[in-house]
Nanobody, 120 residues
Framework: QVQLAESGGGLVQAGGSLRLSCAASGRTFGSYVMGWFRQAPGKERELVAYITRSGDVTNYLDSVKGRFTISKDNAGNTVYLQMNSLKPEDTAVYYC?????????????WGHGTQVTVSS
């Protein structure tokens, strides 16, 4: 399995931006569907965005459409989540995940998470 490490979280005011990065180890990075999840205190984990192996298909949680952008650099083994126009309700721990096509996220690889806090 691929090893994942997130970075880029922090504290930002509402309306601000952050870019999360997820560095992956392993030479098979391009074989994985990559996703960003988040979990706020007392809430279920939710899939924020994912990107296919080739990077040509992306999908987003309705509440972040138009504000967040997922992208990947297969050569650099990195996936990004650009977050603009942040809102206090975006506050959560954000996790990077990787799964093989057709497999569930729970059977994939996960990072340890990075905290994003948006102040009002």
């Amino acid at each position: 399995q691929v090893q994942l490490a997130e970075s880029g979280g922090g504290l930002v005011q509402a309306g601000g931006s952050l870019r999360l990065s997820c560095a992956a180890s392993g030479r098979t990075f391009g074989s994985y569907v990559m996703g960003w999840f988040r979990q706020a205190p007392g809430k279920e984990r939710e899939l924020v965005a994912y990107i296919t192996r080739s990077g040509d298909v992306t999908n987003y949680l309705d509440s972040v459409k138009g504000r967040f952008t997922i992208s990947k650099d297969n050569a650099g083994n990195t996936v990004y989540l650009q977050m603009n126009s942040l809102k206090p309700e975006d506050t959560a721990v954000y996790y990077c995940a990787a799964t093989l096509r057709g497999s569930s996220w729970d059977r994939g690889s996960w990072g340890h998470g990075t905290q994003v806090t948006v102040s009002s």
